[in-house]
Every structure is written in C-alpha cells, then in structure tokens.
C-alpha cells in the first residue's frame, strides 16, 4: 500500500476511533476520504470565488494602508 501524502496522525487517530465504534477499518477509511474529498471540494469553491478575491484584496489594502500611516 502507498503512503497518503495528505494523511497524518489526526487521520491515523480518526480512523482508530471510527474502528471502535465501526468496526471495519475499511469503511473507515473510506469515511475519511469522503471527508477529505468534501473539505477540498469546499476549499475549490471558496477560492475560486468573488468573495475570497475580495477579502484577500480587503487584507492587502489593509496592510497597505496600516504601512502607509
């Protein structure tokens, strides 16, 4: 089995406790991914958005103007 670059000990300890209470490490797993997947996807939508380039404009403004007095 390949290593996940994007798995680390949070998803490591999530998954145990979903095999306490599932008791099947593969559906487990394959909950994590859900949740990675859907995280991501969310990410993408935000990103991409008028409103996420709005704010990290609002943030450079900011800081330029707090430079600037």
């Known amino acids: 089995m390949f290593s ?3 798995r680390n000990d ?3 300890c ?3 406790e979903l095999n306490q209470h599932i008791s099947n490490e593969v559906v487990s797993t394959k909950i994590q991914d859900y949740i990675k997947k859907l995280v ?3 990410i ?3 990103t991409d958005s008028d409103w996420f380039n709005e704010k990290v404009y609002e943030a450079v403004d900011t800081v330029r103007d707090s430079k600037n007095v």
């Open 4 to 6: 996940d670059p994007m």
């Open 10 to 12: 949070v998803d490591d």
């Open 14 to 16: 999530f998954i145990e």
């Open 40 to 42: 991501s996807h969310e």
């Open 44 to 46: 993408d939508v935000i």
